[in-house]
């Protein structure tokens, strides 16, 4: 089963990246996920999470402190890049859930796309909006 997110909001590559960490890492948690090896192809996100480079950003600090809230909840885990040219299954997937249309070779009932219409960490600027869910 494959799962896969859209995002209905503007945001930046490394924001998309840290989502789809944040919403990966989520649902291994809700599947009670003890000892996890995630792989992604940014390079930067990847080496922010592990702290081999320092994170300037003070938004993709706040993504950053998140995921380490997150991976907390495991006993074990790794967190490697993957260069993209071997990350061709997850493109596809990403590509059917950004147009919303299947593509050759994935069965209907094979993955599902989830949308999600506001930021993990809302930036205060763009993404800026009330639901009727807000408390």
């Not at 081999?52 to 495991?74: G, K, M, W």
């Not at 790794?78 to 997937?93: A, C, G, M």
Request: proline share 3%; with cysteine.
């Amino acid at each position: 089963m494959f799962i896969s997110c859209r995002l209905e909001f503007e945001c930046t590559n490394n924001v998309a990246e840290y989502e789809a960490l944040l919403q990966g890492l989520r649902k291994a948690i809700d599947l009670k996920v003890k000892y996890l090896h995630v792989f992604g192809d940014s390079e930067i996100v990847i080496r922010q999470v592990n702290n081999t480079i320092h994170c300037i950003s003070p938004h993709l600090r706040a993504y950053q402190s998140e995921v380490r809230d997150l991976i907390s909840n495991f006993q074990e885990i790794t967190i490697d890049s993957i260069p993209r040219y071997k990350n061709q299954e997850d493109d596809l997937l990403a590509n059917v859930a950004s147009k919303l249309i299947l593509v050759e070779g994935f069965m209907k009932k094979a993955f599902s796309v989830e949308l999600i219409f506001r930021p993990s960490i809302p930036d205060n600027v763009t993404n800026w909006r009330v639901f009727d869910d807000d408390q």
